[in-house]
Each structure stands twice: as C-alpha cells, then as structure tokens.
C-alpha cells in the first residue's frame, strides 16, 4: 500500500471514532426546545472537537494508486486505472462502448 493510502485509512478510522459525538452535539445544538445554556455548551463540545474529526476533510482517492482527482465512486478508482483495468476485462459487467 501507498503512504498515502495508509494515510487516508487512518483519517477514516477517525472520522469514523468521532461521528457519533459529532451526531449527538449537533442534535443538542439544533434542538429548539432546549435550554440555551445546554444548547451552548454543546456548540462549545462540538468546536473543541479535532477538525480532522469532520467528514468534509475526507478526499476521495484511488484505492491502487493513491490519486486524488477523478476517483469513481462506484469503484474507488481513478479513471485511468479505471480505463486499464477495462480494457483488460477484469472489470466484471464493464465493457468498452460500440455502436
């Protein structure tokens, strides 16, 4: 595995960790019918939190090769191995387009 793959894993171990608080305080802090003292002092919780903690600094990346940009969802990887793999017909229900 690439460092950066490696890397990547144990950012989503952490997120991972912490979605379930991150889940509980933003419940808390968007209930109106709670106390405003309760209410900040979960907006305190929820800031004090690691940032790496949150799902928006996740970055899709391509399982093989560790690339960043133009990563398929569906499959985790870039479209360039995407191509090669296709062309190989390793790909299971992936064929190249013929009209």
């Known amino acids: 595995m690439k460092k950066r793959n490696i890397k990547d894993l144990k950012k989503r171990l952490f997120v991972y960790k912490y979605d379930y608080i991150r889940y509980k305080l933003k419940f808390i802090i968007n209930n ?3 106390h405003p003292a309760i209410r900040y002092k979960a907006q305190l919780k929820l800031s004090n939190l690691v940032k790496d903690s949150a799902k928006t600094r996740l970055k899709n ?3 093989l090769t560790g690339r960043s ?3 398929y969802k569906k499959f985790k990887i870039s479209r360039i ?3 090669e793999l296709a062309l190989k017909g390793l790909l299971v229900g992936i064929r190249k387009a013929s009209w």
Request: a positive charge.
């Open 32 to 34: 109106t019918q709670l």
């Open 61 to 63: 990346r391509c399982i």
């Open 69 to 71: 940009r133009s990563v």
């Open 81 to 83: 191995i995407f191509r």
